[in-house]
């Protein structure tokens, strides 16, 4: 299933291309491109178990960039 | 933003007055520049700690932090201060020219529409578009966009879809046109069915795709993320070994100088310019290919079709029009009344069949004579399925068609040699002449096929059509290989067999209106599509999409993508040069801390305004 999310105050480019690298390593996700001039982030995730995988994601974006509010669209 | 400038304002004011303290008051001015480095730092310092604490290391700011602490303890206190200040104007002046590429980027999606007018019961309500179902009616007034795909029941206007195609004739529409969401209305208020919801609907389409292509990363974007991945943690490995090494295998070098050389490694090994200005520039390149009616749906596609070496293009509906017009008239020797009458007696004997060739008749003589031919009483009209039609006009005995009809009354007619369908006339039992009705060329096909012969490309025809026809087009077009009379397989081995000949680096785009070409379309490495106005099925199997029927935006897609390649080359050469230059001459201890600040955040900023301008090319 595809979900979009739209990173707020996303301003770093390397943060936004470490957040794809590692969310795409998730278990439960299947691809993951962020999009640093639209601030989108486009996940294909596995539908099963889907809470805990975004808690996984959420954790991943506030590592790399604390200051990102993760709003879904 | 203004907070930071005052900030930096106020920091840097203390920095001077701590820089023309240096010579007189030592201890005054170094509590200065710890003074100024505090009110400039203290946010870097603070989400350094807060991010090794959620354990990421190698961030920019730990990176920037380390290096400043590090300069204050080796002593120099001015650079120390001035690592902190112009990488924050770096990051001022890089979040400026960010959030004004978005800007633009925003701009060039600004087709979405606001809202409808869908008229209800009592009235005409403003909603959303997204509340607006099939079937139902909206009014569009001029000015405003068209919200929905649909048909328009009453009112006519003028449309101008130039954020659809890149072109910018207005098109009439009236009672029974459809219309796509995203053109504007010029003229007329209209009234307008919708035939699908929004989200279906061209402009939310379109939108969507622009916005996901960059999702389909071109191979540099990927080369250059693997690349960064591995460039910062090698970097910082260099500045440990080089800040360890030489002071313990000999003793003459002193730790703090080479402290110095490897903090100045710390602040060179962000690749942030890179990874900003690279997926940039390719997203500037499909921004402007937007711009003019081409869309791309992945980089990796703009990046493609960079190195197209073979153009492989279906006749009819690419090149050509596909609608069949009258391209000549030829009135046999002797006949009296010259072409004229030989079309209007034509177009009369065929005023009541709805035949595309004699509505192609019809059209012709209107338009060339002012001609109606249902204004003419056509009598005793036989049709003869499969040969043509006989009439009586006024007092004159006319037969219209093909030569088994003249063979069949035995009249002696010439074949003529040109390609298309052939009209042959008869009045009264004498041969009068011929007609020549034929699929016409685009305007623009011959001009395509030029430049692309001019940019070293091999340009290829395929078609099902006859052998006379085909060869007729290639020629005029001057296409430098045609093949004809193929069978939808058979244009999938041409495809495979010509992708074969190509060198490894090249590429192989099919050109074709995206209807039945949808094997040869995926068989190719760049798919582009003709016509994407209203045909879904173009737009699901292409890679890239040309809007309007126009085949020289061809051309304009190469000169765009070539630019962008070039655009993102010049930001890698650059930007890796300067990287490795200060990298050597601070190791070799010729740099300063100043201008390993420039490698990392003057570079950035130079590449993204080079980067933005590929989204300018037009």
Same mark, same amino acid.
């Given at each position: 299933m595809k979900k979009t999310y739209l990173l707020e105050d996303l301003c770093c480019a390397n943060c936004a291309a470490a957040i794809e690298r590692d969310v795409a390593k998730i278990s439960g996700v299947n691809g993951a491109s962020v999009n640093f001039l639209t601030t989108k982030m486009i996940l294909e995730v596995e539908e099963e178990n889907y809470e805990e995988t975004l808690k996984r994601i959420k954790k991943i974006v506030k590592k790399n960039e604390p200051d990102v509010t993760i709003k879904e669209i | 933003m203004k907070r930071r400038l005052i900030r930096l304002g106020i920091g840097t004011l203390i920095f001077s007055v701590a820089f023309a303290l240096m010579a007189s008051a030592k201890a005054l001015s170094a509590a200065a520049f710890l003074a100024a480095y505090i009110i400039v730092g203290y946010r870097v310092i603070f989400k350094a700690a807060r991010n090794i604490l959620n354990g990421k290391v190698f961030d920019e700011n730990f990176l920037m932090a380390v290096a400043s602490i590090g300069a204050f303890i080796v002593g120099e206190y001015p650079e120390a201060v001035a690592v902190m200040l112009f990488y924050q104007v770096g990051e001022l002046f890089e979040d400026y020219a960010v959030g004004k590429s978005r800007k633009s980027i925003a701009d060039l999606m600004n087709i979405r529409p606001d809202y409808a007018n869908l008229k209800t019961g009592s009235g005409v309500e403003k909603v959303s578009p997204e509340q607006v179902k099939v079937g139902e009616i909206i009014v569009i007034r001029p000015g405003e966009k068209v919200p929905l795909d649909g048909i328009v029941v009453s009112g006519h206007s003028t449309l101008n879809t130039a954020a659809l195609t890149g072109e910018s004739l207005p098109r009439d529409v009236g009672c029974g046109s459809e219309i796509l969401s995203g053109c504007i209305n010029l003229s007329g208020l209209i009234e307008v069915r919708t035939e699908k919801e929004f989200g279906q609907s061209t402009v939310s389409r379109i939108l969507e795709l622009v916005e996901n292509a960059?999702?389909?990363?071109a191979r540099t974007e990927n080369f250059i993320t693997r690349f960064a991945a591995v460039y910062t943690p090698a970097v910082v490995g260099a500045a440990v070994l080089l800040a360890i090494m030489p002071p313990l295998l000999t003793d003459t070098a002193a730790f703090s100088d080479w402290l110095y050389r490897a903090l100045n490694f710390l602040v060179v090994s962000c690749p942030c310019a890179l990874v900003i200005s690279v997926p940039l520039g390719f997203f500037g390149g499909i921004g402007a290919a937007s711009k003019i009616g081409v869309l791309v749906k992945g980089s990796n596609y703009l990046e493609a079709a960079a190195h197209a070496e073979y153009v492989v293009m279906d006749k009819t509906g690419t090149l050509t029009r596909g609608v069949f017009e009258v391209e000549k008239v030829q009135p046999a020797e !002797?006949?009296? !009344?010259g072409p004229e009458r030989l079309l209007k007696l034509a177009a009369a004997a065929e005023s009541n069949s709805s035949h595309p060739i004699s509505l192609s008749l019809r059209r012709a003589a209107e338009s060339n004579y002012g001609f109606k031919a249902e204004a003419v009483s056509a009598e005793d009209v036989t049709e003869l399925a499969g040969h043509g039609v006989s009439a009586e006009i006024d007092g004159y005995k006319v037969i219209v068609g093909n030569h088994k009809l003249m063979n069949k009354w035995g009249l002696d007619f010439k074949t003529p040699c040109e390609a298309g369908t052939v009209v042959y006339v008869a009045v009264d039992g004498a041969y009068a002449g011929y007609i020549l009705i034929a699929d016409q060329l685009k305007v623009d096909a011959a001009d395509a096929v030029e430049g692309l012969k001019k940019k070293g490309i091999t340009t290829v025809m395929l078609t099902g059509d006859s052998k006379t026809a085909a060869d007729s087009a290639g020629k005029k077009l001057g296409m430098d290989r045609v093949y004809s009379q193929l069978l939808p397989e058979d244009k999938v081995n041409i495809v495979s067999e010509l992708s074969r000949e190509k060198s490894e680096k090249g590429k192989l785009l099919f050109v074709g209106d995206g209807i039945n070409d949808a094997p040869v379309l995926a068989r190719a490495d760049v798919g582009v599509a003709m016509g994407g106005l209203g045909s879904d099925a173009a737009i699901e199997a292409a890679d890239i999409v040309i809007m309007d029927d126009s085949p020289s935006k061809l051309l304009d897609l190469m000169r765009i993508s070539r630019k962008t390649i070039s655009i993102v080359k010049q930001n890698i050469v650059f930007a890796l040069g300067v990287k490795l230059l200060v990298l050597v001459l601070s190791a070799l201890g010729l740099a300063s801390m100043w201008a390993a600040v420039f490698a990392d955040v003057g570079v950035s900023i130079l590449a993204i305004i080079n980067s933005m301008r590929a989204l300018k090319e037009k």
């Open positions: - | 960059t999702s389909q990363k !002797g006949f009296e !009344g």
